[in-house]
């Protein structure tokens, strides 16, 4: 079974400022994990992704997560916030040999000019 | 790469009516998936192809909802007399051999009345 958590429904922060969304996984197996941002009226984007390799995964527009094994964590994080951020966020998780993604419940992201 | 493509883009239909979704990989993308997404949710799974066979297909997936891909290409997704609760928007996405990550199309927006 696989299953994720997101922590907030709703993250608020100033532009300039660190942003962190928190994601917690349930794996049976070795996960694939993915961070994918949905901009109103646009399809998902896929931000970043960790399949085994370095547990510190840089992806696009500055954003970063690290996977915490023993913490069954995969937060994401990025230093300087842009009104361009401004988005829903999923955490995504899938098990290694299963198809589908299973998806979080999103993190509303907001910046404060 | 011109990305997943999904036509239409909205469609408002009354409830006991037909519809029929169209969804476009991008090229040499073997895998294609169907996704639902109502309101402050995250897509949930509901069938995935490798080239032309469906091979997995959620509970979430009624009778009403039947899906191909013929030759291996397109894919349609369509639900037969839709109901109230089948609004939501149907996201499609596609994985090339040997990636983890799938690329998600710009959904169709179903509303039943």
């Known amino acids: 079974a696989q299953s994720v958590t997101q922590l907030d429904s709703h993250v608020s922060v100033s532009e300039g400022t660190p942003v962190l969304l928190r994601c917690n996984y349930s794996s049976s197996y070795s996960p694939s994990l993915f961070w994918y941002v949905q901009h109103p009226n646009k399809g998902l984007q896929l931000l970043l992704k960790y399949t085994s390799a370095a547990t510190l995964v840089k992806g696009i527009n500055g954003f970063e997560a690290e996977f915490k094994k023993s913490e069954t964590s995969f937060h994401l994080t990025k230093p300087s916030a842009h009104m361009s951020d401004a988005a829903e966020y999923f955490c995504v998780v899938s098990n290694f040999g299963n198809e589908k993604l299973t998806f979080g419940t999103g993190t509303r992201l907001t910046i404060i000019p | 790469d011109t990305g997943v493509s999904q036509d239409p883009r909205h469609k408002i239909t009354k409830r006991g009516q037909n519809v029929t979704f169209r969804c476009d990989p991008i090229s040499e993308h073997n895998r294609l998936y169907w996704y639902r997404q109502t309101l402050g949710q995250g897509p949930e799974f509901l069938t995935y192809?490798?080239?032309?066979?469906?091979?997995?297909k959620s509970r979430l997936l009624s009778d009403r909802f039947s899906a191909e891909r013929p030759k291996g290409s397109f894919s349609t997704l369509e639900i037969q007399r839709t109901e109230q609760g089948d609004s939501a928007m149907y996201l499609c996405a596609s994985r090339p051999p040997g990636a983890y990550e799938q690329y998600f199309g710009p959904g169709t927006r179903l509303t039943v009345t």
């Open positions: 192809f490798q080239n032309e066979a469906q091979l997995e």
